[in-house]
């Protein structure tokens, strides 16, 4: 063979293998997440992102080293919701959180292709968001937190905690005293969040015990509340991202439902709307701040 063939092979090898070389060298694509939260804002995004990020981190990934999650506050509007679900299916990113019904709703219309978890409220099946729970079909899965569906849990539970109310009002804002009623479920909300202590205290001065959708109302003055393990569920919103981003379909991954509940109550508040509460209700109790 030719002295300049052999060197023209060599060289072709060379390049082929600098080429491989530079190949392997590419820093691997970093996913990117978009997260549309119902609660909180950048500054103190609340227990829900937090736990979220707390998935994450369980799985091993670190946002800005592996991962990217581009996270967008409902804030001040539910009307905002539709522009900030766009805004995430133009950044092209490669899963879709949603934790609130109407996002969940708008993800649903903007985007066939991108995969959707989310972190529903309410039945998604009967909001039509997945054909079943256990093939929910199209690209929508993720956790339900049956928010909504324990409502008559709730009272249940408040009227056996205070026998003699009879008039029970379920407060949708923060005009915590007009209805006449002698017993408050507090629906979780953008309001409600916002003037949770105002509400709390116009209830203990009031003389109104009341239910809340959350325990960390509790924490702050509330009566009771009973959940599904809140934390748990946006920790595994964390877990179906993985899943999806290691090539799995929404379409075959069941939506879960909550198998972890808490009650919890306040003997403080108790104490200061002058009730006690029956020993049969106090150890049913997963947590009794005293």
Not at 93 to 117: C, N
Not at 283 to 290: E, G, S, T
């Given at each position: 063979?030719?002295?300049?063939?052999?060197?023209?092979?060599?060289?072709?090898?060379?390049?082929?293998?600098?080429?491989?070389?530079?190949?392997?060298?590419?820093?691997?694509?970093?996913?990117?997440?978009?997260?549309?939260?119902?609660?909180?804002?950048?500054?103190?995004?609340?227990?829900?992102?937090?736990?979220?990020?707390?998935?994450?981190?369980?799985?091993?990934?670190?946002?800005g080293?592996?991962?990217?999650?581009?996270?967008?506050?409902?804030?001040?509007?539910?009307?905002?919701v539709p522009?900030?679900v766009?805004?995430?299916?133009?950044?092209?990113?490669?899963?879709?959180?949603?934790?609130?019904?109407?996002?969940?709703?708008?993800?649903?219309?903007?985007?066939?292709?991108?995969?959707?978890?989310?972190?529903?409220?309410?039945?998604?099946?009967?909001?039509?968001?997945?054909?079943?729970?256990?093939?929910?079909?199209?690209?929508?899965?993720?956790?339900?937190?049956?928010?909504?569906?324990?409502?008559?849990?709730?009272?249940?539970?408040?009227?056996?905690?205070?026998?003699?109310i009879?008039?029970?009002?379920?407060?949708?804002?923060?005009?915590?005293?007009?209805?006449?009623?002698?017993?408050?479920?507090?629906?979780?909300?953008?309001v409600?969040?916002?003037?949770?202590?105002?509400?709390?205290?116009?209830?203990?001065?009031?003389?109104?015990?009341?239910?809340?959708?959350?325990?960390?109302?509790?924490?702050?003055?509330?009566?009771?509340?009973?959940?599904?393990?809140?934390?748990?569920?946006?920790?595994?919103?964390?877990?179906?991202?993985?899943?999806?981003?290691?090539?799995?379909?929404p379409?075959?991954l069941?939506?879960?439902q909550?198998?972890?509940?808490?009650?919890?109550?306040?003997?403080?508040?108790?104490?200061?709307?002058?009730?006690?509460?029956?020993?049969?209700?106090?150890?049913?109790?997963?947590?009794?701040?005293?």
């Amino acid at each position: 063979m030719k002295k300049a063939g052999v060197f023209s092979i060599l060289f072709v090898v060379v390049l082929f293998a600098v080429a491989i070389i530079a190949e392997a060298q590419q820093p691997a694509k970093m996913p990117r997440i978009g997260y549309v939260s119902g609660s909180g804002d950048p500054k103190t995004p609340g227990y829900q992102v937090e736990a979220f990020r707390q998935g994450l981190r369980d799985l091993g990934y670190i946002e800005g080293k592996n991962i990217l999650v581009e996270y967008r506050y409902v804030e001040e509007g539910l009307d905002r919701v539709p522009g900030l679900v766009t805004e995430l299916v133009r950044l092209k990113v490669d899963v879709l959180v949603a934790t609130v019904t109407q996002a969940i709703r708008a993800a649903k219309q903007a985007t066939k292709t991108i995969p959707i978890v989310m972190a529903s409220p309410t039945d998604p099946v009967a909001a039509g968001f997945v054909g079943s729970l256990a093939r929910p079909g199209g690209n929508i899965t993720g956790v339900v937190r049956l928010t909504r569906e324990l409502s008559g849990k709730r009272l249940e539970l408040l009227k056996e905690a205070v026998p003699r109310i009879s008039r029970v009002g379920v407060l949708w804002d923060g005009n915590a005293a007009k209805g006449r009623a002698n017993a408050l479920i507090v629906v979780r909300n953008r309001v409600v969040d916002r003037h949770s202590k105002r509400i709390i205290d116009l209830a203990i001065k009031n003389r109104l015990p009341s239910v809340w959708e959350g325990g960390e109302f509790v924490q702050s003055g509330g009566l009771m509340s009973y959940t599904s393990d809140d934390p748990a569920n946006f920790r595994r919103v964390a877990t179906y991202v993985d899943r999806i981003l290691k090539g799995a379909k929404p379409a075959d991954l069941p939506v879960e439902q909550p198998t972890k509940f808490e009650f919890v109550i306040n003997l403080k508040t108790a104490k200061a709307l002058n009730l006690t509460i029956p020993q049969s209700v106090l150890y049913r109790a997963d947590k009794v701040i005293k």
